[in-house]
């Protein structure tokens, strides 16, 4: 009997020391996985109560479990929880008898990352509506667009932003789009001021059958991406994503004891649903910045103490850029998660700002698989483990870079890339991993999908990002596909901007793509362009059409002139080459150009200027 116990106890131990043995990163990876589904099995239980229990009701609930504590700090001003639901409350009441939005209708935010960002936010979602993220770089032909696409009739205008929409005033009203403003200073004719409204309006509770019927399937709302071509979509994200993204924080430890420091874009997915809802669905305090600033950022994290913070890429490396201070380990600061982290800027972020976890994940908004990194792996975006491979379907197929598609066999098949190739990321499209697609915008929805994968008839949704895993299961990122590249943390369709400069007189045709820049992450923007029979390169024309037309990101800082720009057998525009070749005027023949934004101009490349720009005299 005791020998019985003995062998059974022995045995149970040694099972996960067996495990550990075949591979160190069982448990962690077991551990992860139990978190991941503990996770979706609560958001699932969510989806099948009724009424349904959104993200909108955990915040009332935590208004409810904690209405005095500090919710939102934003430029030395604290709103408790309880002051957030009135305001919004309030907001809700003018939404609803001012400007008239009706169950459904979609309410389109052109703010910055300020509180009324929240307050619009929550108000929609209070009337069963859903918003629209507007990106505030973008303007003139990309703003109407995106504003458009969503099917939104309301605007609402934070006043930095005023200019912008004035350029576009007269089509909006075209369209017979209104226009309101939420700002004290002076408004254009015909726009109106919702600010004296807000003030005055009850901050009675919006009633719960104000938006009774929603369900995990609802959109909740539109967040633009440049996908991979043309000009930006519109995601849509339901109920049941913004669960799943407000859920990654709560899955790497977060909880209401925690400060999360939101500096990012709201926006974006990664500022709005795990940054600012991660924090909400566990009950935490935000510090929400207007901007990323890297000289303010350790003063705000020691001020507030901050315990969690999100980066991309460059925010890092910004943070590392900034001289030296005694009191640079000197904070709270226990988890950062993010990605785009470099090694080896990682590694220097680490011996200077001390120990802090670091939570690299990989993921796209509308995109319907993501990774965490979960271990101690500098480089890697996440595991491969076969419990979560099984469950998500995922795979990493192989990619003919020059033809631009995925290599198939014989049948017509996709094959699984090698250990330690990289190979392109798709994903079974089911009810586990849905894909949703993006609003109004049929083909480009069909082009994220890929078909016949590994059995005729089956749905894959297609990453566009080129991604490995090495013989020990890590998965690292390898590359993005050619039509998008990221600059400041921002994704620029290189299509937009050829598009943008077709329009341009003097050009007869244009090829943008990104070019690294060492020192640099991401790719900034570079165009092959071709010129129109007889015409001269108007330097000045040319400046002013991009300074007007693009966000800063996403302007080409580098033009070559071409005698004719290269196409593929399929008629597609080559970029590889002019990728690889980049912006040196040593090495390239063709005429160089540098769009130097302090005498706004095209200037040709000297290789004076091409030093400065490497040794980072010149800033970019
Ligand atoms: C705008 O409203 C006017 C008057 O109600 C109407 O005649 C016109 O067709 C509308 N335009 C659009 C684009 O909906
Ligand atoms: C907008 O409303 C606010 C609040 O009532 C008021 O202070 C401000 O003067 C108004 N702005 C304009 C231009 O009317
Ligand atoms: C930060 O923490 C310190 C020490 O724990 C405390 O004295 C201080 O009041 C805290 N500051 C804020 C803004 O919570
Ligand atoms: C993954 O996390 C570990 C520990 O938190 C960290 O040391 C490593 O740098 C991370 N990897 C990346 C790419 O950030």
Not at 31 to 42: D, T
Not at 221 to 247: D, E, M, Q
Not at 406 to 426: D, F, H, T, Y
Not at 560 to 583: A, D, H, P, W, Y
Request: proline content about 4%.
């Amino acid at each position: 009997m005791y020998a019985l116990l003995a062998t059974l106890i022995a045995s149970v131990a040694i099972v996960p020391l067996l495990l550990h043995w075949l591979s160190p990163y069982f448990i962690q990876d077991f551990r992860y996985f139990i978190i991941v589904v503990r996770k979706s099995f609560e958001v699932k239980s969510y989806a099948r109560s009724v009424p349904y229990y959104s993200v909108l009701d955990r915040f009332l609930d935590m208004v409810n479990k904690h209405p005095d504590k500090p919710y939102i700090i934003f430029e030395h001003k604290t709103y408790t929880y309880r002051d957030v639901d009135k305001q919004s409350n309030k907001v809700a009441r003018v939404l609803m008898e001012h400007v008239g939005v009706k169950r459904d209708d979609v309410v389109a935010l052109f703010l910055s990352n300020e509180p009324a960002f929240i307050w619009f936010w929550l108000g929609s979602v209070k009337l069963g509506c859903a918003a629209a993220f507007l990106n505030y770089n973008i303007r003139a032909k990309s703003l109407l667009h995106c504003f458009a696409c969503c099917g939104a009739k309301v605007l609402i205008v934070g006043s930095e932003f005023k200019s912008t929409v004035e350029e576009v005033l007269s089509e909006l009203r075209e369209q017979n789009v209104t226009v309101y403003f939420i700002d004290d200073g002076s408004i254009m004719p015909g726009c109106i001021n919702l600010s004296g409204k807000i003030n005055q309006a009850s901050d009675e509770p919006i009633p719960q059958s104000q938006r009774k019927d929603i369900t995990s399937k609802s959109t909740a709302v539109y967040i633009y991406t440049s996908g991979t071509t043309g000009l930006p979509k519109a995601a849509i994200i339901n109920h049941a994503r913004l669960w799943l993204g407000a859920c990654v924080l709560g899955s790497i430890g977060v909880n209401s004891k925690d400060v999360v420091y939101v500096n990012l874009p709201m926006y974006h997915s990664a500022g709005f649903m795990l940054g600012f809802n991660g924090a909400t669905a566990e009950g935490a305090t935000v510090i929400l910045r207007r901007k990323f600033s890297a000289s303010q950022f350790w003063d705000d994290c020691r001020k507030y103490n901050v315990t969690v913070i999100q980066y991309i890429g460059e925010v890092l490396r910004y943070l590392c850029n900034v001289p030296k201070k005694d009191n640079d380990r000197d904070h709270m600061v226990r988890l950062a998660i993010g990605n785009g982290a470099r090694p080896e800027v990682w590694k220097e972020f680490l011996n200077r700002f001390g120990k802090i976890v670091v939570r690299e994940f990989y993921g796209a908004t509308e995109g319907n698989i993501g990774f965490v990194n979960y271990t101690n792996k500098i480089g890697a975006v996440g595991r491969q483990f076969f419990l979560h491979k099984l469950a998500a379907s995922y795979a990493i197929i192989k990619y003919d870079s020059e033809k631009e598609e995925p290599i198939r066999n014989s049948q017509g098949l996709c094959i699984p890339a090698a250990r330690g190739e990289p190979g392109l990321l798709v994903c079974k499209i089911s009810s586990m991993s849905p894909f949703s697609g993006y609003v109004k915008n049929e083909k480009q929805t069909e082009k994220k999908k890929l078909k016949n994968v590994f059995r005729k008839g089956d749905l894959y949704f297609n990453s566009g990002d080129l991604l490995k895993v090495d013989k020990d299961n890590f998965i690292y990122f390898n590359d993005r596909l050619g039509e998008t590249f990221r600059w400041k943390g921002e994704n620029v369709a290189t299509t937009e901007v050829s598009d943008i400069l077709s329009m341009v007189d003097c050009f007869e045709e244009a090829n943008a793509y990104g070019v690294s820049v060492p020192g640099n992450e991401g790719r900034i923007g570079m165009a092959a362009i071709k010129l129109r029979e007889g015409k001269e390169f108007e330097s000045n024309k040319v400046c002013k059409h991009v300074m007007s037309h693009l966000p800063g990101y996403a302007r080409p800082r580098f033009l070559r002139i071409q005698n004719s720009l290269e196409i593929t057998g399929t008629f597609k525009q080559m970029k590889g080459k002019l990728v690889k070749e980049g912006f040196n005027p040593a090495t390239i023949q063709d005429p160089l150009y540098f769009l130097d934004e302090s005498t706004k101009n095209y200037v040709p490349i000297t290789q004076e200027i091409y030093n400065s720009i490497l040794s980072k005299e010149m800033k970019l």
